[in-house]
């Protein structure tokens, strides 16, 4: 069984910096492709970014230079740096994970709430 908790949102001002964590329980995670997404409050959920075992990062291009996703394979975890919040960063953030072969991302977390206020 596979399990992801996020952790680290809150109530941040505009500006200010958030680190979300995430942790995968099981000995799969080595095998997956991680990645974060943004929910705001009514929209759809967007990929924000994804990065492979070795490393490999990309981003949707809205985020470049906002986001800065990295991992740490001895713990299981994966983790979202942002920077700079705007008050549009607002919503929920989700941890998800899918199969180096699998093109459906299959494993999510219960989301993280992240706020910021202008």
């Known amino acids: 069984q596979v399990h992801l908790v996020e952790s680290g949102g809150g109530l941040v001002q505009a500006g200010g910096s958030l680190r979300l964590s995430c942790v995968v329980s099981?000995?799969?995670?080595?095998?997956?492709?991680m990645g974060w997404y943004h929910q705001a409050p009514g929209k759809q959920r967007d990929l924000v970014a994804t990065?492979?075992?070795?490393?490999?990062?990309n981003y949707a291009d809205f985020e470049k230079g906002h986001f800065i996703i990295d991992r740490d394979n001895a713990k299981n975890m994966v983790f979202l740096q942002v920077d700079t919040l705007q008050p549009e960063d607002t919503g929920v953030y989700y941890c998800?994970?899918?199969?180096?072969?699998?093109?459906?991302?299959?494993?999510w977390g219960q989301g993280t709430q992240v706020t910021v206020s202008s």
């Open positions: 998800a994970g899918r199969l180096l072969w699998d093109s459906n991302w299959s494993y």
């Open positions: 099981g000995s799969i995670f080595s095998d997956l492709i």
């Open positions: 990065i492979t075992r070795s490393g490999a990062t």
